[in-house]
């Protein structure tokens, strides 16, 4: 064997020993990681207290507007204040994005609390006599700290007449630092901030 093909057997001895040091290397790092923990998911349940609305009337739910990053499936958490700092939480998302998720508790929440006024969306009851928007602005919450919802409400007469704008602001201390403990809070935080809307709601609906 000349000088020259020697020299090419042990590079090429070289480079294949290094390949095979980088895929070993690549098996055992997969391996180390181990199986990827599953994602989890929350749904929103608000209990409010039996509530009469004097009236057996129909009340619409139009929407619930949300932006940005709360407006999603994630479960947020506030990081920060001063600027006021929001993160998602890896690997907890509500079941579905959040404004269909406020949407549903707050019906459902109002129906099971009211004894004669009913609830549903615009498209179930287009031809209820009145009308409520919610605007979120925040729904999330600091570990061992306290959830917090606000939002703005909005209610019509079926004539487009205002009779009830106002804003509200829920909150609950957060028992522990998991994502659980967070969702709990939210719900009970809901729970505060609906009631005082259903409070006012009645007053806005009576005849004048």
Same mark, same amino acid.
Not at 74 to 103: K, N, S
Not at 179 to 201: I, N, P
């Given at each position: 064997?000349?000088?020259?093909?020697?020299?090419?057997?042990?590079?090429?001895?070289?480079?294949?020993? &290094?390949? =095979?040091?980088?895929?070993?290397?690549?098996?055992? @790092?997969?391996?180390?990681?181990?199986?990827?923990?599953?994602?989890?998911?929350?749904?929103?349940?608000?209990?409010?207290?039996?509530? @009469?609305? *004097?009236?057996?009337?129909?009340?619409?739910?139009?929407?619930?507007?949300?932006?940005?990053?709360?407006?999603?499936?994630?479960?947020?958490?506030?990081?920060?204040?001063?600027?006021?700092?929001?993160?998602?939480?890896?690997?907890?998302?509500?079941?579905?994005?959040?404004?269909?998720?406020?949407?549903?508790?707050? =019906?459902?929440?109002?129906?099971?609390?009211?004894?004669?006024?009913?609830?549903?969306?615009?498209?179930?009851?287009?031809?209820?006599?009145?009308? &409520?928007?919610?605007?979120?602005?925040?729904?999330?919450?600091?570990?061992?700290?306290?959830?917090?919802? @606000?939002?703005?409400?909005?209610?019509?007469?079926?004539?487009?007449?205002?009779?009830?704008?106002?804003?509200?602001?829920?909150?609950?201390?957060?028992?522990?630092?998991?994502?659980?403990? *967070?969702? =709990?809070?939210?719900?009970?935080?809901?729970?505060?901030?609906?009631?005082? =809307?259903?409070?006012?709601?009645?007053?806005?609906?009576?005849?004048?």
């Amino acid at each position: 064997m000349t000088r020259t093909e020697k020299s090419r057997s042990e590079m090429f001895f070289v480079k294949k020993t &290094l390949l =095979l040091c980088v895929a070993a290397g690549f098996l055992l @790092s997969c391996s180390a990681a181990g199986p990827r923990t599953p994602d989890t998911h929350y749904d929103l349940a608000v209990t409010l207290p039996s509530q @009469s609305f *004097g009236s057996s009337t129909a009340i619409a739910l139009q929407r619930v507007d949300m932006r940005g990053l709360q407006s999603g499936r994630a479960v947020v958490m506030i990081t920060g204040d001063m600027p006021r700092q929001f993160q998602e939480v890896r690997g907890h998302y509500w079941h579905v994005a959040a404004p269909t998720l406020i949407e549903r508790a707050f =019906l459902a929440a109002m129906n099971t609390a009211s004894t004669d006024a009913h609830f549903g969306t615009g498209k179930a009851m287009p031809d209820a006599a009145f009308r &409520l928007a919610l605007v979120v602005n925040e729904f999330a919450f600091a570990p061992q700290g306290m959830a917090s919802i @606000s939002f703005e409400a909005v209610m019509t007469r079926r004539t487009g007449e205002i009779v009830l704008s106002e804003s509200y602001h829920g909150t609950a201390p957060v028992a522990g630092a998991d994502a659980s403990d *967070g969702v =709990l809070a939210l719900s009970a935080a809901a729970g505060t901030a609906f009631a005082a =809307l259903a409070g006012d709601m009645t007053s806005a609906i009576q005849p004048q």
